[in-house]
Nanobody, 122 residues
């Protein structure tokens, strides 16, 4: 069974930085695109950023462009999200997600981590 374990969340002041990690196991990490999602209270889960197997990145939220960077270390089977200049509106649970090998996001292909809480105080 695919395992995705996020870490690195916490409480940070506005303007601060955090780096989230997602340790992946039980599948060949380098062969799959990966994504970060987030879900704030009362809101839908939304895609933050995606990275392809070759390192091509896509930012899914306009509000985080220029502040968040997604990257991966295939040798360590780990996905990262570097978050700079954090704002209170970035407060959410952040989830690591593995889609299908070709990026399919139908439920039958998708695996989620348990999530890590990020709280940004003003």
């Amino acid at each position: 069974q695919v395992q995705l374990v996020e870490s690195g969340g916490g409480l940070v002041q506005s303007g601060g930085s955090l780096r989230l990690s997602c340790a992946a196991s039980r599948f060949t990490f380098s062969e799959f695109p990966m994504s970060w999602y987030r879900q704030a209270p009362g809101e839908e889960r939304r895609m933050v950023a995606t990275i392809s197997t070759t390192g091509i990145t896509t930012i899914g939220l306009e509000s985080v462009k220029g502040r968040f960077t997604i990257f991966r270390d295939n040798a360590k089977s780990t996905l990262y999200l570097q978050m700079n200049n954090l704002k209170p509106e970035d407060t959410a649970v952040y989830y690591c997600m593995r889609p299908g090998r070709e990026g399919q996001t139908a439920p039958m292909y998708v695996y989620w981590g348990h999530g890590t809480q990020v709280t940004v105080s003003s």
